[in-house]
């Protein structure tokens, strides 16, 4: 596993990071939302639960979000795009601090005996702490996901 490499961009975040599993396996992992719920989050930082998620154009999201000092909050969006094993785009409204929505895109790609996934979170508006606040997350977001996919 490489580590994930996360930087803003503008106003969008783009990462990438290289995962030990082919894209169908990434994929899933992405879209299923029992899977999401098992890698999406540590104890120390947050936790993710009750994924609700159907990898259909249009269809509504949303988790819910436990910190660790017990606070609760939801993430929720629509998917917006899916093409199976290559791409999954969703819009993202975060129930805290009033931000915005925002889109966030997951590019898969073939590489090297495993996948290179592409984020790009974009969207974001220079009058909110929003674009900080998720380029700190998604570094975390891409390890666990690195971090999970390894051990199967």
Not at 4 to 23: K, N
Not at 79 to 102: A, F, G, I, K, N
Request: with cysteine; hydrophobic share 45%.
């Amino acid at each position: 596993m490489t580590e994930p490499r996360v930087v803003v961009a503008g106003m969008q975040i783009e990462g990438e990071v290289w995962l030990a599993a082919p894209p169908s396996r990434v994929f899933r992992a992405l879209t299923t939302p029992q899977l999401l719920a098992a890698w999406w989050g540590d104890a120390g930082v947050y936790t993710t639960h009750d994924w609700q998620l159907r990898a259909d154009e249009g269809a509504p999201w949303r988790c819910e979000v436990r910190l660790a000092n017990g606070r609760r909050h939801h993430i929720e969006g629509t998917v917006l795009e899916v093409v199976p094993d290559r791409r999954l785009r969703l819009s993202w409204q975060p129930s805290w601090d009033r931000l915005p929505l925002t889109e966030v895109s997951f590019e898969l790609e073939a590489q090297r005996g495993g996948t290179r996934l592409a984020l790009r979170h974009s969207g974001f508006r220079p009058d909110f702490s929003g674009l900080e606040t998720h380029r700190v997350g998604w570094p975390w977001v891409l390890g666990w996901l690195a971090a999970a996919l390894a051990k199967e």
